[in-house]
């Protein structure tokens, strides 16, 4: 079962413009942009104030939740932490709790909680708002309610593929959910990464201050696969497109005092003026660092990336 026809429809038209947006913005969505809703055959319907974390439209004749929102952090360096479980491949969501003692909020927070665990027994698909930076959100979608636990006061969902048909969850496998899931769990993680490094460098390349956003890339100093390579601002250094691929394959290297480096072969070669200019020209030219030292990347850090920079030479 998914509910009644009408909200069926309504939520096929929320899901696929959300996903719309997400294509559009690259991921990343301005909360004014999200605060326009989606257009329906009955007029445009709200995806939530963001304000309230979970969301169903008045127009739904059903009782199940359309929306679930994660706010932004309010610590950029904190742990990145959007209630993933790796055990389990899933996140968990937890109820509303009430804002104050009254007997007002208490009513808000069980129509809202009692709205989301409508959209678990009926299985239909919402979609879920995480909070990269402040007004800044990344859609997930579609997202299916997996769990639901009472006791812990929580519920757990996982991420299912676009489709063209609104469907219950136990129609996608297990393994297509799990891959999903994860990689949703890796663009929250990535997107958050490279907010907090853009903005700690002033949006611009650290070694030619390229300013154009697109074209910006937050590279790590530590890959984060490896033990030390943790997703702080300390651990990136916002580089253009060129100079992250540079920086990758060891042909650039930064020294701990922020010194940039150009492979010894680069240096003699003559080609065109991106050679010369975009690589050539910035050996021996110092980076730009963020104007917080706790932003600024780490020495020992960039003393083990430049050890392998030496290396490959």
């Known amino acids: ?52 974390g979970i969301h169903r439209p008045k127009e739904f004749a059903g009782r199940a939740a359309l929306s679930l929102t994660t706010t932004p952090p309010t610590d950029e360096d904190a742990p990145y932490d959007d209630g ?50 402040p007004s800044q959100y990344t859609p997930i979608a579609p997202i299916y309610l997996t769990h639901d636990d009472p006791i812990k006061e929580r519920v757990e969902f996982q991420v299912a ?46 070694v030619c201050r390229l300013r154009e956003v697109p074209l910006l890339q937050a590279a790590h100093i530590i890959g984060d696969t490896e033990s030390r390579g943790t997703a702080t ?33 680069l240096l003699h070669e003559i080609d065109g003026p991106m050679l010369k200019v975009g690589l050539q020209g910035f050996h021996g030219s110092p980076i730009q660092i963020p104007r917080r030292p706790r932003d600024r990347p780490d020495p020992e850090l960039l003393e083990i990336r430049f050890g392998r920079f030496r290396d490959a030479a």
């Open 161 to 206: 593929w676009p489709t063209a048909e609104i469907k219950p969850d136990f129609d996608f496998d297990e393994p297509a959910r799990r891959y999903a899931t994860r990689q949703a769990h890796y663009r929250l993680h990535q997107q958050r990464f490279r907010e907090n490094v853009l903005r700690a460098y002033s949006r611009q390349c650290a």
């Open 1 to 52: 079962m998914v509910g009644d026809p009408l909200d069926v429809e309504l939520r096929r038209f929320a899901l696929d413009h959300v996903l719309e947006l997400s294509r559009r913005y690259d991921g990343l969505v301005h909360v004014d942009v999200l605060r326009e809703g989606f257009p329906t055959p009955i007029g445009r319907l709200s995806y939530g104030s963001f304000y309230a």
């Open 84 to 133: 993933y479980d790796e055990e389990t491949q899933t996140f968990t969501y937890h109820y509303r709790r009430p804002k104050s003692d009254t007997e007002r909020a208490r009513i808000a927070a069980a129509r809202d909680n009692g709205a989301m665990r409508a959209a678990f027994e009926i299985a239909v698909p919402l979609i879920y708002f995480n909070g990269i930076v």
């Open 233 to 265: 601002v300390a651990n990136g250094i916002a580089l253009c497109a060129i100079h992250h691929l540079a920086y990758d394959r060891n042909l650039l290297g930064i020294a701990p005092d922020g010194v940039v480096h150009i492979a010894t072969r």
